[in-house]
């Protein structure tokens, strides 16, 4: 037996060479750590670039009700052509006079007295107060002095929208953080499944070439051999399975980075001994979680909207001004004044836009806000706690799953060479061989889901920066 022995370490130590030229790599073309795979995120992802749009918008329309203070300073032109001239006849100064008709009768036996014409009486006192081509232009000035705070309100709530609108791109910045974590991460598990499955498929390559030597020789029926085809084909497909995945968690990395050539991850998995106290974290979520900070944003948008209908009850006073820059050498020109300068007041004494029910309405939303605030605290609260003992069981099952490892490493070892010395089966060998690429399967993805729950705990509580530091300080 001692042939089949030094055969098989001879074996090993040839597969092992060969592996590390000929297994399936992922392009190192574009290999990455995760720190710069991040820094490409936020420069590049369409999600972030629409939420600073947003951010954008919203500063602008804040500076905008700016101005509202400001006055409206308006320069009026007009040219109108009238259908006749604006004329102005004796006949109808009389017409329009309480006493005319009399006044009349007696002017046209003075007119006839003194021998003229009615006729040309008339057409000599009549007078042009305007020709039928009109041209004028002038400045108008409009400036709001009070509005019952309707301005005030409409910049606070443009305070609001802003605020609600940087925290929405914080949240979006978390979720694109997490996302990251997910899918680079996947690729760094898948590529250690596809390297355990690897081990399995040689091993058990290496176990069916001892089967077929020990049955030429007798040593071992035939249905032992058949068993150890049997599991290395099994494998076989098993490896071919997570090439395909590995692709297919690759190409979403690839995506997310919008890269030209396949990402190749450079930063491993990690296990951190413990973590901060679960208060710790809970604290500075409650503190500074982006969704809190956007009900409140919204409570100051419906508390602002309700000063806007409260100020529909107050009367609204503006200074206003006119000055005529050009006018037409007229009668009527000469009779308006070329400036003026004045305040008005409107006092709403009814109104049917509905103010009240308005006003009742953003009162009521502002105690919708207000319970939604107390729920989110509750729910926040538990999905910290949710989240970080699952991270605490990650850390426990790895860790606890290193004497499980030695075990069926030291089993496999053993299985092996009793079957070299007829005492064990071929079922005994893949067992042993299987059960090690189990306990190593487990142990990443149990560190899989302690980097996945430590950057959803960093992400909800504001600590993105940290998560740097927990990968220097990991085991």
Same mark, same amino acid.
């Given at each position: 037996?001692d042939i089949?022995?030094?055969?098989?370490?001879i074996? #090993?130590?040839?597969?092992?060479i060969l592996?590390v030229?000929?297994q399936?790599?992922?392009s190192l073309?574009?290999?990455?750590?995760f720190n710069?795979?991040?820094?490409?995120v936020?420069?590049?992802?369409n999600?972030?670039?629409?939420?600073?749009?947003?951010?954008d918008h919203?500063?602008?329309?804040?500076?905008?009700?700016?101005?509202?203070?400001?006055p409206?300073?308006?320069l009026?032109?007009?040219?109108i052509?009238?259908d006749?001239?604006v004329?102005l006849?004796p006949q109808k100064v009389?017409d329009?006079m309480?006493?005319?008709?009399?006044?009349?009768?007696?002017?046209g036996?003075?007119?006839?007295?003194?021998?003229?014409s009615?006729g040309?009486?008339?057409?000599g006192l009549?007078?042009t107060l305007?020709?039928?081509?009109?041209?004028?232009?002038?400045?108008?000035?409009l400036?709001?002095l009070?509005?019952?705070g309707?301005?005030?309100?409409?910049q606070d709530?443009?305070?609001?929208?802003?605020?609600?609108?940087k925290?929405?791109h914080? /949240?979006?910045?978390y979720?694109q953080?997490e996302?990251l974590c @997910?899918?680079y991460?996947?690729?760094?598990?898948?590529?250690?499944?596809?390297?355990t499955r690897t081990e399995?498929?040689?091993s058990?390559?290496?176990?069916?070439?001892?089967?077929?030597?020990?049955v030429?020789?007798?040593q071992?029926a035939?249905?032992?051999?058949?068993q150890?085809?049997?599991?290395?084909d099994?494998?076989?497909?098993d490896?071919?399975?997570s090439?395909?995945d590995?692709l297919i968690?690759?190409?979403?990395?690839?995506?997310?980075?919008?890269e030209q050539?396949?990402?190749?991850p450079?930063?491993?998995?990690f296990?951190n001994p413990?973590?901060p106290?679960?208060?710790t974290?809970i604290r500075?979520t409650?503190?500074?979680?982006?969704?809190?900070?956007i /009900?409140d944003?919204?409570?100051?948008?419906a508390?602002g909207v @309700?000063k806007?209908?409260?100020?529909?009850?107050?009367p609204e006073?503006?200074l206003?001004?006119?000055y005529?820059?050009y006018?037409e050498d007229?009668? #009527?020109?000469?009779l308006?004044?070329?400036w003026f300068?004045?305040?008005?007041l409107?006092?709403?004494?009814?109104?049917?836009?509905?103010r009240?029910?308005?006003?009742?309405? @953003?009162k009521?939303?502002?105690?919708?806000v207000?319970a939604?605030?107390k729920?989110?605290r509750?729910?926040?609260? /538990?999905?910290?706690?949710r989240?970080?003992?699952?991270a605490?069981?990650a850390i426990s099952?790895?860790?606890g799953?290193?004497?499980?490892l030695?075990?069926a490493?030291?089993? /496999?070892?053993?299985?092996?060479?009793?079957?070299?010395?007829?005492?064990?089966?071929?079922l005994?060998?893949?067992d042993?061989?299987?059960?090690?690429?189990?306990?190593?399967?487990?142990?990443?993805?149990?560190?899989?889901?302690?980097v996945?729950?430590l950057a959803g705990?960093?992400a909800?509580s504001g600590?993105?920066?940290?998560f740097?530091?927990y990968?220097?300080?990991?085991?």
């Open positions: 037996m089949f022995v030094h055969y098989r370490k074996c #090993i130590v040839i597969i092992v592996n030229f000929t399936t790599p992922i073309a574009g290999v990455l750590d710069t795979a991040w820094q490409y936020m420069e590049r992802s999600v972030l670039v629409a939420e600073q749009a947003n951010i919203a500063e602008n329309i804040r500076k905008a009700n700016r101005d509202l203070y400001l409206q300073i308006n009026n032109a007009a040219y052509y009238l006749d001239k004329q006849s009389l329009s309480p006493a005319g008709e009399l006044i009349g009768t007696q002017l036996s003075l007119v006839q007295s003194i021998g003229l009615a040309a009486i008339e057409h009549t007078s305007s020709d039928r081509d009109i041209t004028e232009a002038s400045l108008n000035v400036w709001p009070f509005t019952g309707r301005i005030a309100a409409a709530i443009a305070e609001a929208s802003l605020a609600e609108t925290q929405q914080a /949240l979006k910045l979720e953080f996302t @997910a899918r991460f996947a690729v760094v598990l898948v590529q250690q499944l596809l390297d399995v498929v040689e058990l390559k290496i176990h069916l070439q001892h089967a077929q030597l020990l030429e020789n007798g071992i035939e249905v032992e051999r058949l150890a085809e049997a599991a290395y099994k494998a076989r497909v490896q071919e399975k090439v395909n590995l968690a690759q190409a979403g990395l690839t995506s997310m980075l919008q050539v396949p990402v190749s450079s930063s491993p998995l296990i413990q973590l106290s679960l208060d974290f500075k409650l503190a500074g979680y982006p969704g809190l900070a /009900l944003a919204k409570e100051e948008m508390a @309700a806007v209908e409260k100020g529909k009850y107050y006073i503006a206003l001004g006119n005529s820059l006018e007229n009668l #009527i020109t000469e308006e004044p070329d300068v004045g305040l008005g409107s006092v709403p004494l009814l109104d049917r836009s509905g009240g029910g308005k006003r009742q309405a @953003a009521s939303l502002v105690a919708k207000c939604l605030r729920q989110a509750q729910d926040l609260s /538990l999905l910290v706690e989240t970080y003992r699952q605490t069981q099952e790895h860790n799953l290193a004497s499980s030695k075990l490493e030291k089993t /496999l070892e053993l299985r092996e060479k009793a079957f070299d010395q007829g005492l064990a089966t071929s005994d060998v893949i042993a061989r299987l059960y090690v690429a189990a306990v190593k399967t487990q142990r990443s993805h149990a560190a899989y889901t302690y996945t729950r705990i960093l909800i600590e993105l920066n940290d740097s530091s990968q220097e300080s990991a085991q």
